[in-house]
């Protein structure tokens, strides 16, 4: 067992910040859990742990908590490698400026429950490798593939897709949408919803009828709508 440096503890620090994770290409998985899901995934770097009965460089609970931004110290951290971005499948999700790291880890849970294998990460959508997001995510964000572009771009360069919006006040019902084989579903930003410039670029927007209430957090609406298509 050994105490980390203070280099050390800084430069695991600075991996949680975004500007930092960028020039690394590096992230920070805490929790036994994630950390094998990184390891299967082919992105785990280093571990360390207080746990002597678990593979890493065994530190002590006090570096650990140097080191560590859960409430709860965890017994395990793990420094990984960002991902690649994969062949482009079937079904995506796209998301519009989503800015709460809760909602986005919710939405990989259920994509990837629900078969939208690729995930497109539009500008002002909050970082994945947020630790917030990944723990939020449950470990589904080592079995997705991500995509950073512009929507419209994107549709644009990939005429091959059907893209559905969301729209609350002017959709069509969502189960009267029979999507292709091939299509992806474009989700709004929390508090303004989808850009008015991408609703005019879609084959039709969607909107999940409701009984006593005006909206749905966007977790739970995309969770719908990606079962209802899987």
């Known amino acids: ?3 980390l440096s203070n280099n050390e503890v800084k430069y695991i620090n600075k991996l949680y910040l975004a500007k930092y994770r960028k020039e ?3 992230f920070i998985v805490e929790g036994k859990h994630l950390i094998l899901e990184a390891k299967n995934a082919g992105v785990l770097l280093e571990c360390y742990t207080t746990d002597s009965s678990f593979d890493g460089t065994l530190i002590s609970e006090e570096s650990m908590r140097k080191v560590c931004k859960t409430n709860t ?3 395990a951290l793990g420094i990984c490698k960002l991902f690649e971005a994969h062949k482009l499948t079937d079904k995506i999700l796209a ?3 989503i800015q709460d790291p809760g909602n986005l880890g919710t939405l990989m849970r259920s994509a990837k429950a629900f078969g939208f294998d690729t995930i497109l990460l539009g500008r002002g959508t909050v970082d994945i ?3 917030k997001v990944i723990r939020s995510s449950q470990g589904a964000i080592f079995k997705l593939n991500f995509i950073n572009d512009e929507i419209k771009e994107f549709m644009h360069d990939h005429p ?3 893209y559905y919006g969301t729209d609350v006040k002017t959709g069509s019902e969502a189960e009267a949408i029979k999507p292709s084989k091939r299509f992806a579903i474009i989700l709004g930003n929390e508090g303004n919803g989808m850009q008015e410039g991408l609703k ?6 969607i909107y999940i009828p409701l009984i006593n ?3 749905l957090n966007v977790s739970v609406a995309g969770s719908i709508l990606m079962y209802l298509y899987k």
């Open 200 to 205: 005019t670029l879609t084959k039709a927007n």
């Open 73 to 75: 110290t965890v017994n």
């Open 213 to 215: 209430t005006e909206s």
């Open 129 to 131: 490798y947020n630790d």
């Open 95 to 97: 998301l519009d400026a």
């Open 24 to 26: 690394e290409k590096k």
């Open 160 to 162: 091959e897709y059907e």
């Open 1 to 3: 067992m050994r105490e």
